[in-house]
């Protein structure tokens, strides 16, 4: 009995002493570096740490959801609190294309960190004060930059140690809604200052610039800008031939046809409506349907242009380029269709009627009421197409004739599908 009295005393005694000794500090640490947390923090908050740990609710956190949601825009990897969350740290870290490129202030000329200090924040505001300077912790440059805010929007202190290191940022940071204190101050400098670099990156070689791609991008640049202004010549030359080509031969049939006679018996009567809805089905029809091999291929450039540019991260310029060029092909390609109808209504507005009254004989076909009665060849007709219950005959590359396929007073739809193809391929053929 005496002897389970003694050891339960001993037991005590063990217990006793262990609460009563004081608490050390701890050593943080990641492969790239480490430091001392300072023993008055006993909270440590990550991203790691899960929302249901008990630690969030004896530090005093109700949402830890949010604290986490924070960390991860932040870039927080380690946050700190004291009991009764009367100080607080955090160590921050986030990389960008710019401390990719700056890798490490250890590298810097002192010059050129005396300019990136400068650069770091800048502040015209009033109530908004600065302090920025340069200390080394463990050979490696840290920024030290305390700002003091007090305005009608609030009041705000921080203070923090930075630097750029292994291409990402790292910072001590604390802040404040009162002035900071001394502790404040004293316990984040004892954090930072134990700062030790556990490894120092070398700075990598930037990738060679891939001439066969910047070479190939300038290429379809090139096709995607230039195309157009190269083909609308060629295809202006080639239009001007055929008209050129059309006027002798309507000279020909005209003077065939002096006295007005010789047309043949009439085969079909049509009355089109051409309304304001006729004519823009006409425009959508002809500037997304007709043209759609060519926005698909316009399309398919520069869609390819984008992707490359930005893949494989090529200059600036030419990713501006590169959008630029998709901007402007998406706004003509989405207004192609307003740009057809203004014409097209010009076109048919010309007329005392709209409708247009059709007659074909065996040998041409006669157009009034749109405009003054005539009679054309059918070799004048250069294709057919059909959209929605319209067919259109195209007279010139952006031209064309509706024909209401319920408009027929003489004759059935079908049968005149079939009379104006056999008359038109008769007419290319001659």
């Known amino acids: 009995m005496n002897l389970k009295k003694l050891f339960a005393a001993l037991l005590t005694l063990i217990l006793c002493m262990t609460l009563c000794l004081p608490a050390s500090a701890a050593e943080w640490k990641d492969e790239e570096f480490s430091f001392t947390v300072p023993e008055e923090f006993v909270y440590t908050f990550s991203r790691s740490v899960p929302m249901d740990d008990p630690s969030w609710a004896l530090a005093g956190i109700a949402d830890p959801s949010a604290m986490l949601k924070e960390y991860q825009e932040m870039g927080v990897l380690a946050d700190f609190y004291t009991e009764g969350r009367k100080n607080n740290f955090k160590v921050l870290s986030k990389s960008n294309s710019t401390t990719e490129n700056v890798f ?50 609030g009041e705000i202190h921080e203070l923090q140690y930075g630097t750029i290191f292994n291409g990402h940022t790292l910072t001590f940071v604390t802040y404040s809604e009162t002035e900071l204190s001394e502790e404040q101050v004293a316990l984040l400098e004892k954090a930072a200052f134990s700062f030790h670099a556990l490894q120092i990156l070398e700075k990598p070689e930037p990738e060679p610039v891939n001439a066969i791609l910047i070479l190939g991008l300038l290429v379809i640049l090139i096709v995607v800008v230039v195309a157009p202004f190269v083909y609308m010549p060629l295809r202006s030359r080639r239009e001007k031939k055929q008209k050129a080509e059309m006027a002798e031969r309507l000279s020909a049939y005209h003077k065939a046809h002096e006295d007005g006679s010789g047309y043949g018996e009439v085969q079909f009567v049509n009355e089109t409506e ?69 014409v097209q209504q010009k076109v048919f507005g010309r007329g005392l009627s709209s409708t247009a ?28 197409k059909k959209h929605g219950h319209y ?14 396929q319920f408009g027929f007073t003489q004759g059935e739809f079908e049968e005149f599908s079939s009379f104006i193809l056999k008359k038109t391929e008769k007419s290319k053929r001659a």
Not at 360 to 379: D, K, L, M, T
């Open 391 to 404: 067919l259109y005959l195209y007279y010139s590359p952006d031209n064309a004739y509706p024909i209401d």
């Open 104 to 153: 490490s202030l250890r590298d810097m000329t002192e010059a050129e960190r005396n300019e990136f200090i400068d650069k770091l924040v800048k502040t015209d505001t009033e109530g908004v004060t600065m302090e920025k300077s340069f200390v080394e912790l463990d050979g490696q440059p840290f920024y030290r930059l305390q700002i003091d805010s007090v305005t009608s929007m």
């Open 357 to 384: 009254r059709y007659t074909f004989f065996e040998e041409g076909f006669r157009v009034a009421g749109i405009q003054s009665a005539s009679v054309y060849p059918y070799f004048q007709i250069q294709s057919i």
């Open 274 to 342: 051409c309304t304001k809805e006729a004519v823009r089905t006409f425009s959508k029809y002809h500037a997304y349907v007709k043209n759609l091999p060519s926005m698909l291929i316009g399309g398919i450039l520069c869609a390819t242009v984008v992707i490359l540019a930005f893949f494989f991260d090529v200059t600036w310029w030419m990713k501006l380029a590169a959008v630029a060029v998709t901007v402007y092909f998406l706004y003509r390609t989405i207004n192609m269709g307003n740009a057809v109808e203004r």
